[in-house]
Nanobody, 124 residues
Framework: QVQLVEFGGGLVQAGGSLRLSCAAS????????MAWFRQAPGKEREFVAGISWSGGSTSYADSVKGRFTISRDDAKNTMYLQMNSLKPEDTALYYC?????????????????WGQGTQVTVSS
């Protein structure tokens, strides 16, 4: 079993930056693929970014490409999401997720473990 806890959400003005962290504990290992998802009120949970077990491969939703950067530090069992040039439409509850295996999927049902979420609010 793996436990995930997100940190770093908050309120920021449009154009600003935030860095989210996701700390993993429990039966962690570097063979987990990890990802960030987000869910705005009234909308479905959507894929934001994913990172392979080695950290060598990353993928992004088109809506955040060039603005967000995903990374991981397996020595610290922590994943990050650096968010720059934030827009009001980035406002959502952000979740980190992990799945056993080496492939990144964009579908939330492919992930085995989830954090409780951290709120990001971008004001215009």
């Amino acid at each position: 079993q793996v436990q995930l806890v997100e940190f770093g959400g908050g309120l920021v003005q449009a154009g600003g930056s935030l860095r989210l962290s996701c700390a993993a504990s429990g039966r962690t290992s570097s063979s987990y693929t990890m990802a960030w998802f987000r869910q705005a009120p009234g909308k479905e949970r959507e894929f934001v970014a994913g990172i392979s077990w080695s950290g060598g491969s990353t993928s992004y939703a088109d809506s955040v490409k060039g603005r967000f950067t995903i990374s991981r530090d397996d020595a610290k069992n922590t994943m990050y999401l650096q968010m720059n040039s934030l827009k009001p439409e980035d406002t959502a509850l952000y979740y980190c997720a992990a799945r056993r295996g080496t492939k990144t999927y964009t579908a939330p049902e492919k992930y085995d473990y989830w954090g409780q979420g951290t709120q990001v609010t971008v004001s215009s």
